[in-house]
């Protein structure tokens, strides 16, 4: 048996992600940035040490005075190989010797980083350690095929389970398209596809966040304040289809596949590479292109997707790759 310990990134799309999976027993996921008791003095300290000056990589005098507390929380079991999975936004990223630390204390244990958006916009970009990642973790793994190849990094897709219960698709569902995430370098292909869709007469659920003041088009029907991820579920469970806009040079699939896939919704996105994975429906997923009528794919009947194809995401696929590779089995 081999178990697992999650150090997230404190992001609740990330728990609710890994929630399906977690028993406790092989699964451990911590919720908070770094492993303490969230509302403890001791958290409250440490976590202004290490994130002193978050914007750069140096980090105060005296860190590793937190690696043995940190340790003890995670309670490692010398006897069991251990894998501890470490999101590329956990802020204890930002002090690369913990995970040396722990390595030479544990032998039996293998450290993973995990990446959730291109290496660009990462966490290991923001704490600049990305051309440190591979002499520190057993495995790296991008997000992003390109950045897997370009880094030397190994692939891996988001990792997404769910029991939420989801009501099919049916002429009952309150919208056809669904949004929410950040604008970044993506606002105009998002302004153009709610154009298009409204003018073939489709009700648009729109959550646009990130974009200043004076640049919102249609704040009469578009929303741009942030809302719970709890808030987005509900709107996707409303909505026949999740628009997916990726941003810059990205090729990876993002959260939107993931959830189209776990809550049996359409996909509407500009990702091409969609096209290649093995759950690829046209019926259920469409590239965008101008000029296309987003209501002819909105109206044709879905398909549902078999078990195996719902599977793509699994952390369990994670795991099998993860003790392959490590030889762990």
């Known amino acids: 048996m081999v178990k697992y310990i999650i150090l997230s990134n404190e ?6 992600c890994w929630k399906a999976a977690v028993d406790n027993e092989k699964v451990r996921f911590i919720e908070t940035q770094l492993p303490l008791e969230k509302n403890s003095f001791l958290y409250k300290v440490a976590y202004r040490h290490i994130r002193f000056k978050s914007r750069s990589a140096v980090l105060l005098p005296f860190v590793s005075v937190w690696h043995r507390s940190f340790e003890k929380y995670l309670h490692i079991d010398d006897g069991i190989k251990t894998v501890l999975i470490v999101y590329d936004w956990n802020t204890l990223t930002k002090d690369l010797e913990f995970f040396l630390y722990l390595k030479q204390r544990h032998k039996n244990l293998s450290v ?49 389970t769910t029991d939420i219960k989801v009501p099919p698709i049916s002429e009952e569902t309150e919208n056809d398209l669904f949004y929410l995430g950040m604008a970044k370098d993506r606002y105009d292909a998002l302004i153009e596809i709610y154009e298009n869709a409204s003018k073939e007469g489709l009700k648009c659920d729109f959550t646009i966040v990130g974009v200043p003041e004076e ?68 019926e259920n997923i469409c590239v965008y292109q101008v000029g296309m009528s987003i209501k002819q794919f909105i109206e044709t009947p879905f398909i549902n997707y078999t078990q195996d194809e719902k599977s793509y995401f699994s952390p369990f696929k994670l795991f099998a790759k993860i003790e392959r590779k490590l030889r762990l089995g």
Request: with cysteine.
């Open 215 to 282: 640049k919102r088009k249609y704040a009469d029907k578009i929303k741009y304040t942030p809302v719970s991820y709890d808030v987005a579920i509900e709107g996707m469970k409303k909505a026949k289809c999740i628009v997916d806009v990726i941003q810059g040079n990205s090729t990876g699939l993002t959260i939107k596949n993931c959830e189209a896939l776990a809550f049996d919704r359409k996909l509407l996105t500009s990702n091409t590479n969609v096209r290649e994975v093995d759950f690829y429906h046209p």
């Open 112 to 160: 993973v980083y995990l990446f959730s958006n291109i290496v660009a916009i990462s966490g290991a970009t923001y704490y600049k350690i990305a051309d440190k990642l591979n002499n520190v973790f057993d495995i790296v793994f991008a997000f992003d095929r390109e950045d897997a190849i370009k880094r030397n990094f190994e692939y891996s897709p988001l990792i997404y």
């Open 11 to 16: 992001q609740q799309w990330c728990t609710n």
